[in-house]
């Protein structure tokens, strides 16, 4: 039986939870230009005490980019660092802010048609976001624009799920938990021709997904999107928004790769990973390197296939 928390421990996440929400609102006032700024001092510090930070993205950069010098990779990471510190500052703004500002803040929607010629056709869209740039900014925009599904996990800090889901629903978006409750909601969703958002680049729970190549080197990969596609012939389209520093963001939406329709799961994942691929490369730095996107490895062991957990980095 799991043991119930202390009363001091209750008190203090009530504390931790409140300081949160009320930075976030504090910031959601502040322009663009300020957060960028205050990005540009916490991710340098970021990249020189958080160890585990700094590691596992140097480690990522140095398989995906083995070609670049250690000067260049270093200079990645540290710019990585600064992006992800921005995404966190940025909460507020896209939670909290007025929606107006950030209307405003939305300078470009590129690949819209790939969006409405889906929706045109009668069929549901399913939504790879990856975690670049700001996905918040980016749910935002879907969320205001169509009627949008996407998977909900609550905060380890419990007392911020309400305002996370505040956040996050307040356009009207519609957000399942990850289970096969909140799947038959997303199966439901697209069958009502609407969209749906997942995160493509999270790795899943042992038996909900297969090793796919990412950058070369095999990364486990979840095979929701091809059961969705299966049931629902749903059309697949990349989105992300782009950080333009200190001005405010372009929605990209690209075309997704066409192995994701594949009813081979290996090559399904193969075709989601090839779409985060593709958005990183709109820009690199803007990419959460930090995620430990290689942990699950497969062994060989006396001639059978075993999944193991490694620390590899």
């Not at 202390?6 to 009320?22: W, Y």
């Not at 510090?45 to 070609?67: I, K, M």
């Not at 399913?126 to 205001?144: D, K, M, Q, R, T």
């Not at 090793?211 to 929701?224: G, Q, S, V």
Request: glycine share 8%; net charge positive; charged share 25%.
């Amino acid at each position: 039986m799991a043991k119930a928390p202390s009363r001091t421990g209750t008190l203090v996440s009530t504390l931790q939870a409140r300081a949160i929400e009320r930075l976030w609102r504090t910031l959601a006032g502040r322009r663009l230009t300020t957060l960028w700024r205050l990005a540009r001092l916490v991710g340098p510090l970021v990249h020189r005490f958080s160890r585990r930070e700094r590691d596992v993205t140097e480690a990522n950069l140095a398989h995906v980019y083995p070609e670049s010098s250690p000067a260049e990779r270093h200079r990645l990471a540290r710019e990585s660092l600064i992006h992800s510190s921005a995404t966190m500052l940025e909460i507020g703004f896209a939670w909290m802010g007025k929606p107006e500002r950030i209307e405003t803040s939305l300078l470009a929607v590129h690949g819209r048609e790939l969006l409405d010629e889906a929706r045109a056709g009668g069929r549901g869209v399913i939504v790879l976001a990856p975690h670049f740039g700001n996905w918040e900014v980016l749910n935002f925009w879907l969320s205001s624009h169509f009627p949008f599904t996407a998977m909900y996990e609550p905060p380890k800090l419990g007392e911020l799920d309400a305002v996370t889901r505040a956040g996050r629903e307040r356009m009207g978006a519609s957000l399942v938990p990850t289970n096969p409750r909140g799947v038959a909601a997303l199966l439901k969703a697209l069958k009502r021709s609407e969209a749906i958002g997942i995160l493509p680049d999270q790795e899943p729970s042992w038996g909900s997904g297969v090793f796919a190549p990412f950058f070369d080197r095999l990364a486990y990969t979840a095979t929701l999107l091809p059961k969705l596609v299966a049931r629902t012939e749903a059309r697949v389209v990349t989105g992300v928004a782009r950080r333009i520093p200190g001005q405010g963001f372009e929605i990209h939406f690209l075309a997704a790769d066409e192995r994701v329709y594949s009813p081979d799961e290996i090559e399904s994942a193969t075709g989601v990973n090839a779409c985060v691929e593709a958005a990183i490369a709109l820009d690199p730095a803007q990419y959460q390197w930090e995620y430990k996107r290689y942990r699950k490895v497969i062994q060989e062991q006396e001639g059978h296939p075993e999944h193991r957990r490694f620390r590899i980095y």
